[in-house]
């Protein structure tokens, strides 16, 4: 598998408690914020987004909640499963025409059965 | 994978030679990235395209260049590989600015 996840940040969390995954973000100006979950040997696969006229978004056990304030984005997986064992990125549409997505750094998620 | 084939896959190469990754979509999306991935460094923009023959530079291009004569390929090329260029690469394509990108399956490229 791929070792992408050597450095990163972990969060062990118990099977059925809820997780959340923090990203402070850089430029003030970017507007829009998407997560992605990436799993051993995979490319990134998207799992929500969120524009910067939002505070907050919900999907299918997943939520979004952006704080423009403090540049904070976080990603709160609700009765988190085995199969949520993943690194979890946030991305940010960064430049000023709004092309550029660039990534966080990522967190390691280990779900503990 | 939403339509998007990277090739190769996998390749090994030497120190000095020229490397051209392709992208591949069949989803007619306007904006094509290339990221490459190591250890520590999550996922660092290489170069991106914003239509045929509109390319930009990401944080790391140094020592790569990109083409994109046609809405559907965008080819990355290492011109003359270095160890440090070692990496699993990926592709990803997204319709507008706004909206989420998809990813390849990515390459592993090595350099000895």
């Known amino acids: 598998g791929e070792s992408v996840g050597l450095h990163l940040p972990t969060l062990s969390v118990q099977e059925g408690d809820n997780s959340i995954i923090n990203c402070a973000y850089s430029?003030?100006?970017?507007?829009?914020f998407i997560w992605y979950k990436q799993e051993s040997g995979k490319g990134p696969q998207f799992i929500i987004d969120?524009?910067?006229?939002?505070d907050k978004r919900q999907g299918q056990r997943v939520t979004v909640l952006l704080n423009k304030t403090v540049k904070h984005l976080s990603l709160q997986i609700a009765a988190t499963q085995p199969g949520d064992s993943a690194v979890y990125f946030c991305?940010?549409?960064?430049?000023?025409?709004?092309?550029?997505?660039?990534f966080g750094g990522g967190t390691r998620v280990l779900v503990k059965p | 994978d939403a339509g998007i084939t990277q090739s190769p896959r996998h390749k090994v190469t030497e120190t000095g030679t020229p490397v051209t990754l392709r992208c591949h979509q069949t989803e007619n999306h306007r904006y094509m990235y290339w990221y490459r991935q190591d250890p520590g460094h999550g996922l660092r923009l290489i170069h991106y395209?914003?239509?045929?023959?509109?390319?930009d530079k990401g944080e790391v291009s140094d020592g790569y260049s990109v083409s994109r004569s046609k809405t559907e390929d965008f080819l990355l090329t290492l011109e003359s590989a270095t160890s440090s260029q070692t990496s699993v690469y990926f592709c990803?394509?997204?319709?507008?600015?706004?909206?989420?990108?998809?990813f390849g399956q990515g390459t592993r490229l090595t350099v000895v």
């Open positions: 430029n003030s100006a970017s507007d829009y």
């Open positions: 395209s914003y239509g045929v023959k509109d390319t």
């Open positions: 969120i524009r910067s006229n939002m």
């Open positions: 990803a394509i997204a319709l507008r600015a706004d909206t989420e990108a998809f």
């Open positions: 991305a940010e549409n960064m430049d000023a025409a709004g092309n550029k997505l660039t």
